[in-house]
């Protein structure tokens, strides 16, 4: 059972910074891209960037100079420091994996997508 659990959120004022992270656990061969979405409330979950198992980024936009991803494979573990934080960037973080193999008990691989963290609150004051 592959889980994902986020970390670092909690309260800053603006033009702080914190560092979110995300550890996928289980029987975990490779994960292909990582990402972190946000959701405000009142607002549709939203993608800010993604990393690929090679590393390559991309971010959108409102986050783009002031957010970067970064991941670990040996630990599956992905990150999102995140600078100049404004009021806006609260939300609710997530992590999300999209496609994970995973080593079963008779020592097959499987691929498994579309795994979601369970959130981390980020609220930024002004």
């Known amino acids: 059972q592959v889980q994902l659990v986020e970390s670092g959120g909690g309260f800053v004022q603006a033009g702080g910074s914190l560092r979110l992270s995300c550890a996928a656990s289980?029987?975990?061969?490779?994960?292909?891209?990582m990402g972190w979405y946000r959701q405000a409330p009142g607002k549709q979950r939203e993608l800010l960037t993604t990393i690929t198992s090679g590393g390559s980024t991309m971010y959108t936009y409102s986050v783009k100079g002031r957010f970067t991803i970064s991941r670990d494979n040996a630990k599956n573990t992905v990150y999102l420091q995140m600078n100049s934080l404004k009021p806006e960037d609260t939300a609710v973080y997530y992590c999300?994996?999209?496609?994970?193999?995973?080593?079963?008990?008779?020592?097959?691989?499987?691929?498994?997508?579309?795994?979601w963290g369970q959130g981390t609150q980020v609220t930024v004051s002004s």
């Open positions: 999300n994996a999209d496609l994970i193999t995973v080593v079963t008990d008779d020592g097959l691989m499987r691929y498994e997508y579309d795994y």
């Open positions: 289980g029987s975990i061969f490779s994960i292909n891209a």
